[in-house]
């Protein structure tokens, strides 16, 4: 009785760990699902952030003109009495147009960064890479310009061009250490590194991305890389 009692207990406990592994096993994919998700709700939130910005300056160029037009009325009818107020307009017109105004939002870094985000998902791919790089020249101090240069990463590293976008996820860690898009250019450069058989590189900053942001989706996908580059023996 006490043999079959000791083969019951260890097969019991057998049981048990199977149980066990297969319930951390369905965490992991909850884990590594979630983690995508995050990251897709994150795109969203920029592109949301931008379209909101590049509305509110259209409104604010908007009012500008309508604020202008309203000037140039004034100033037309002020002077002028009789009739003679009917040769005014005609000799002001020139001063009238407010096309500068009119084509600012062409020009403006939101106008100008929401355009390369959308040739970036259009898989527009080398034209977006021009237009980031020309963004991040046209405005090298706009609050965009973080995001703009982990854009041009993501675009080099989809066309596979993964030494130009290794310098451009390294540029996002060098020149906006406070940026929030930080933890996903670090897991790039990592991911930038295992594609070019930079094994020793690659393990060093995907380690780095898992310890300093272990509760991030980029830090969940860096261990889950270094797990592989562990089952490769690299």
Not at 151 to 159: D, I, K, Q, R, T
Not at 208 to 213: G, I, L, M, R, S
């Amino acid at each position: 009785m006490q043999i079959k009692l000791n083969d019951v207990d260890t097969r019991l406990a057998r049981i048990e760990r199977v149980v066990a592994n297969q319930s951390l096993l369905e965490m992991a994919n909850q884990v590594a699902a979630l983690s995508s998700d995050m990251r897709a709700i994150h795109n969203d939130i920029d592109e949301l952030n931008h379209n909101l910005e590049l509305s509110r300056k259209q409104t604010r160029d908007l009012y500008a003109d309508l604020d202008q037009r309203l000037k140039n009325l004034e100033s037309r009818g002020a002077p002028a009495t009789g009739g003679a107020a009917a040769s005014v307009p005609g000799s002001a017109a020139p001063s009238a147009p407010a096309s500068p105004a009119a084509a600012a939002p062409e020009t403006t870094d939101s106008a100008s960064y929401q355009a390369a985000f959308q040739l970036l998902k259009d898989s527009q791919y080398d034209r977006a890479i021009a237009a980031f790089q020309k963004f991040l020249v046209s405005f090298p101090d706009s609050s965009l310009a973080d995001n703009a240069q982990y854009w041009l990463g993501e675009a080099y590293y989809v066309n596979k061009s993964y030494s130009d976008a290794l310098a451009a996820f390294k540029r996002v860690a060098e020149k906006y250490p406070q940026s929030r898009k930080l933890p996903d250019a670090l897991l790039k450069v990592g991911y930038c590194d295992y594609e070019l058989k930079q094994w020793q590189a690659a393990n060093e900053v995907l380690t780095q991305v898992a310890t300093t942001f272990p509760d991030t989706p980029a830090g969940h996908l860096a261990q889950q890389r270094l797990e592989k580059m562990a089952a490769e023996k690299h």
